[in-house]
């Protein structure tokens, strides 16, 4: 275990990892519909919280952030998915966050910041990408009890050359990480020089 992770069990890290959750917790339950995905698709601001933690503690920290913030959701309003849906949350948004803040972790900097954050919502593209064609929308079929085509039959609704579960994740499902990147990042960007100081106490 290095500096860093034994710094993050300090009471000191503990506290800051859940004041951080907790944030990203209430940011998680304001979301809205993208108007080029089917309305299943909400976007909301939690992986801010999460990337701000990351970049100020390191990419352990984001994963504890992002875990954390998952388990407070579970808690308060639970799992409506069978908890597939709160794995996919975990899971491409700790593609996002861990990915940029190990690449801002190496050399700590405004051009290592801003390239963390793109490859960042690159790699979130195209997990969220994989993860939605192989793991969610099969599951989201089968607990819903709806057939795939009526799955596919919404998104093709809104974008005619989804015509498969891989068109819906390349038309759909990558436009809507990359918005929900581009985002998020922008709202880092902004926030991360006021907070740091209080982040690095």
Known sequence: MNHTEQKLLTPRGM???AILSAVSFIL??????????????????????????????????AVAIEGLKIVLNLLFTGSSTAYVGEFANFVI???FAVTASLIYKHHK???????GMVTGTLVMALVGAVINAVVLLPMYSV????????????GSA?????????T???????????????????????????????LHR
Not at 33 to 55: H, M, Q, T
Not at 143 to 154: E, F, R
Not at 171 to 193: C, D, E, R, T
């Open 93 to 95: 948004g700790c593609s």
């Open 143 to 154: 607990l819903y009890q709806m057939p795939m085509d009526a799955l596919i039959g919404m």
């Open 168 to 198: 819906f994740a390349l038309f759909a499902v990558v436009p809507f990480n990359l918005v929900k990147g581009i985002l998020v990042s922008v709202f880092v960007f902004i926030l991360y020089k006021h907070v740091s100081p209080l």
């Open 158 to 166: 809104i974008i005619p050359a989804i015509h498969d579960i891989w």
């Open 28 to 61: 998680m339950m304001f979301e809205f519909p993208l108007p080029f995905a089917p309305s299943f698709y909400k976007l909301d601001f939690s992986e801010v919280g999460v990337l701000l933690g990351g970049f100020a503690m390191g990419p352990m920290a």
């Open 109 to 115: 900097s405004r051009k290592s910041a801003l390239t």
């Open 15 to 17: 506290a800051k990892i």
